[in-house]
């Protein structure tokens, strides 16, 4: 059984779509994340998430937009996709917000912008 | 900005050799944590180490954490071909909030 799942796990569009990834946990978790990782594989957080709430909005374009229907689901949409937006992004869930906690990652989205 | 800094950016090694990261980081932490990554993968996380603590074992895994020179090491023994991977580090705040800022990684190839 998958902890951490995202779907889908390419996604290959044109430049000035709009699309969503979703990201669920069967953890029990309450609090989840989502990060992008670059070219370089240099990892950042953009949001997170606990107990649906958003605690954590780095500085990311307005363009991206997370929502959490419930603290098992997280998921991303991207407006008006641009060239740089092309990144692997992850989803990945902690126990809680407190920070002595392990995380658990999705095997991540593979996103290209033609 | 980017708080970790792994070194070596790649490291090739033998199996069987003993395989040592270290990871720099800049700010007061409450926790550093490793974490491999697997090609076209998620993270896995491997060890924690909280920052009143000095060594922490976990069977091949040995981490060392000098708060002094804001230093980490992550020490793999008798390494094996499928320990091939990127080796992260991760700071976590001294707010204890659960913000983690990764580094740059360290490539390891591992060769039968």
């Known amino acids: 059984d998958t902890a951490v799942s995202q779907t889908p796990k390419y996604l290959v569009t044109q430049m000035g779509n709009d699309k969503s990834i979703k990201c669920e946990q069967n953890?029990?978790?309450?609090?989840m994340y989502w990060y992008k990782q670059d070219s370089k594989k240099f990892l950042k957080i953009m949001f997170s998430?606990?107990?649906?709430?958003?605690?954590i909005n780095e500085t990311v374009p307005n363009r991206f937009s997370p929502k959490s229907p419930d603290k098992a689901h997280l998921n991303l949409h991207i407006n008006s996709l641009e060239l740089g937006d092309s990144a692997v992004y992850f989803c990945?869930?902690?126990?809680?917000?407190?920070?002595?906690?392990?995380?658990?990652f999705g095997d991540g989205t593979r996103l290209s912008i033609l | 900005s980017q708080q970790g800094e792994e070194d070596p950016q790649a490291l090739s090694i033998q199996e069987g050799e003993n395989a040592t990261m270290n990871c720099s980081y800049k700010t007061s932490i409450n926790n550093l944590q490793w974490y491999r990554q697997n090609s076209g993968r998620g993270l896995v996380h491997l060890i924690l180490?909280?920052?009143?603590?000095r060594e922490k074992h976990s069977g091949r895994l040995r981490v060392t954490l000098d708060t002094s020179k804001k230093s980490s090491s992550l020490l793999i023994t008798a390494s094996r071909a499928a320990d091939t991977a990127s080796y992260f580090c991760?700071?976590?705040?001294?707010?204890?909030?659960?913000?983690?800022?990764f580094g740059t990684g360290t490539r390891l190839l591992v060769s039968p």
């Open positions: 991760a700071t976590g705040g001294s707010t204890g909030f659960q913000k983690l800022v």
């Open positions: 180490i909280r920052s009143n603590e």
């Open positions: 953890l029990g978790h309450d609090t």
């Open positions: 990945a869930s902690s126990r809680s917000q407190l920070g002595n906690q392990p995380q658990h």
């Open positions: 998430y606990n107990n649906k709430e958003l605690i």
